[in-house]
């Protein structure tokens, strides 16, 4: 009895080869838990994309997935001086977000992010005038810029990408590769156009591993169904059910990622009023877990624990039966499966 995690393999890899065909020198992404697929799967489906780069967080991410990837590894998180080093071959590449880390990299191949509004990381327009001298020691891969996801300000991703392509021009730095992300693909279009001597090559993960959410599914295997009556109590607290109903406990628990949820930007009245809606139930222990049965989200009956999650069901709903399986509303890339099954066409 296990979470299971259900792709539609053709579908699936239709969706991967329709962002290939729309962003043109595309390097896929696999960071973290490899978007829930891990690694190596992401690997292998980077390999028959036919990729010659693979885009990882971090350089213990690297060091990992070289073995299961044989093009070239781009590491997202900057350079840092003084880090602690992870043997890494030659087909590495750094990314460095400072003329520090440019010079401390003596030899390496690097991509140099500049700062976007995104804030995060970035070389600042002051230093570009700096890099002269301290991309003559690195083998320059290109620059790179992160956009954000949502622009409340009204401005435009392509203004912005342009901008820097002008700073960098200015500062008579080489342009022949601009690595981007979170743009749409007809901003790519206008900004080949607009620098037919650079080539953009896109960085994307969400997109392409997560943009057909009809092509995967979680389910949890119900494990057990009891039935409980008012005032009875149960589970580590020993709390009171308020109602009739049934217990049921689904394979599916904290190890697993259930129950784990982050913070989300609220916009608009109606969001912030669900946010505090869902909030003052939580402080009467009422938490909506990501099981669904009978067609509905259905109620923690307390916390999850490691790897089983307890369901209330009120008495008017029938329970399932040990070994039905609840679709799961899970976050892929906090979700750690016990199995993935490959649904293959018939």
């Given at each position: ?7 539609d ?14 962003f043109?020198?595309?390097v896929?992404?696999?960071?973290g ?24 967080g971090?350089t ?25 080093p ?9 990314s ?6 440019v010079?401390?990299l ?25 890099l ?15 956009l ?5 300000d ?12 002008e ?25 080949q ?9 896109a ?28 005032g ?12 009739d ?5 689904v ?29 003052g139930?939580a ?5 909506l ?8 989200q ?16 009120p ?16 976050r ?15």
């Amino acid at each position: 009895m296990a979470l299971t995690l259900y792709v539609d393999t053709a579908r699936w890899r239709a969706h991967h080869q329709s962002v290939v065909d729309q962003f043109p020198g595309l390097v896929p992404v696999c960071k973290g838990n490899g978007y829930g697929f891990g690694h190596e799967r992401l690997a292998d489906e980077a390999t028959r994309l036919r990729a010659g780069m693979l885009a990882v967080g971090t350089t213990y991410e690297a060091a990992r997935i070289k073995d299961f990837f044989g093009g070239d590894l781009l590491v997202l998180t900057p350079y840092r001086l003084g880090e602690e080093p992870v043997p890494l071959p030659d087909r590495a590449i750094r990314s460095v977000s400072s003329v520090e880390g440019v010079r401390g990299l003596v030899g390496a191949r690097v991509v140099i992010e500049v700062m976007s509004s995104m804030r995060r990381h970035g070389v600042a327009e002051d230093d570009l005038v700096k890099l002269h001298t301290a991309i003559d020691d690195v083998r320059l891969e290109g620059f790179a810029i992160h956009l954000p996801l949502d622009r409340t300000d009204g401005s435009e991703a392509v203004e912005e990408v342009f901008a820097w392509m002008e700073r960098l021009r200015a500062a008579r730095l080489p342009l022949h590769t601009m690595f981007v992300s979170h743009l749409k693909a007809t901003e790519l279009a206008t900004l080949q156009q607009q620098f037919p001597q650079t080539k953009f090559r896109a960085r994307i993960g969400t997109q392409l591993w997560l943009g057909d959410h009809d092509a995967t599914e979680y389910r949890g295997a119900v494990l057990d169904v009891s039935r409980i009556a008012k005032g009875e109590r149960y589970g580590y607290r020993q709390e009171k059910s308020a109602a009739d109903g049934h217990l049921v406990v689904v394979a599916g628990g904290t190890s697993h990622g259930v129950g784990l949820e982050a913070p989300k930007a609220l916009h608009g009245l109606m969001p912030r009023a669900k946010g505090v809606a869902r909030a003052g139930l939580a402080t009467v222990n009422r938490n909506l877990s990501p099981f669904v049965w009978a067609g509905k989200q259905r109620w923690f009956a307390e916390p999850p624990h490691m790897q089983v999650s307890i369901l209330f069901l009120p008495s008017d709903v029938a329970p399932p039966a040990v070994g039905d399986e609840l679709v799961a509303h899970l976050r892929h890339t906090t979700t750690q499966f016990d199995r993935v099954v490959d649904r293959q066409p018939a």
